[in-house]
């Protein structure tokens, strides 16, 4: 079934560890997104590739890092975690990030605990 | 910039009743809007999206969601909720340059 694959499902780190939350999409979409979830604050937009080779930053960038090698994949990095990125993870790609009326398509979700 | 506001945070509702869900955005150019589902556990799907045309929208699971230009508006309705239709609704906004903009949320319980 075509989609969006994340891992892990969940994960429970450390503060000051490095985590990387893996994202696939085999929908071949070319924008690929990373939010998160927080009660009372909706999603919010991390991180975002609008093509392959290219990355940007969202609304709260800050101790996350991405990379867009390939149309698949999009991977986010916690360089040193912190309990305030204590979320749920978003992976979303759509089929244009020119277009605006291409829906997101999202993962099921990383939901990640830092203590 | 863009901000999209859902007026309701919670709603209770029994089987049955009828639903409407509120959704002002601000833009001042062309946008495009979309209602997504998350159910308890899942990820967001989406329901309904309008971009152009007849601003009726009909969507998924007996959901529409009506646009009102003059009022920025995209609110979602249900004439006859369900138990199953308990979950969290995100409106969204999205511009030609791909910018999504969500609000944050409105969690709707319905009681069997």
């Known amino acids: 079934i075509a989609g969006i694959t994340q891992a892990p499902t969940s994960q429970i780190l450390a503060a000051g560890r490095r985590m990387t939350l893996r994202c696939t999409q085999d929908m071949r979409h070319n924008a690929m997104y990373w939010y998160r979830q927080d009660l009372g604050l909706g999603l919010r937009l991390i991180h975002y590739?609008?093509?392959?080779?290219?990355?940007g930053k969202g609304e709260v960038p800050d101790g996350y890092s991405v990379s867009r090698a390939n149309t698949d994949d999009f991977p986010l990095t916690l360089a040193s975690a912190v309990p305030s990125q204590t979320s749920v993870y978003f992976c979303?790609?759509?089929?244009?990030?020119?277009?605006?009326?291409?829906?997101?398509?999202f993962g099921n979700g990383t939901r990640l605990t830092v203590t | 910039a863009q901000s999209v506001s859902q007026h309701n945070h919670h709603v209770i509702l029994s089987e049955a009743a009828s639903l409407e869900l509120g959704c002002n955005y601000s833009?001042?150019?062309?946008?495009?809007l979309f209602w997504y589902v998350q159910y308890p556990g899942q990820h967001l799907q989406l329901l309904l999206k309008y971009f152009s045309g007849d601003p009726l929208v009909k969507g998924i699971k007996g959901f529409e969601a009506e646009f009102i230009k003059s009022k920025f508006s995209f609110n979602l309705r249900k004439p006859s909720v369900q138990w199953s239709d308990t979950a969290e609704y995100f409106c969204?906004?999205?511009?030609?340059?791909?910018?999504?903009?969500f609000g944050d949320g409105t969690t709707l319980t319905v009681k069997p």
């Open positions: 969204a906004t999205r511009t030609n340059a791909g910018k999504s903009t």
């Open positions: 590739s609008n093509t392959a080779g290219t990355t």
């Open positions: 979303a790609s759509s089929d244009s990030a020119g277009t605006g009326e291409s829906p997101l398509h």
């Open positions: 833009y001042g150019g062309t946008v495009n």
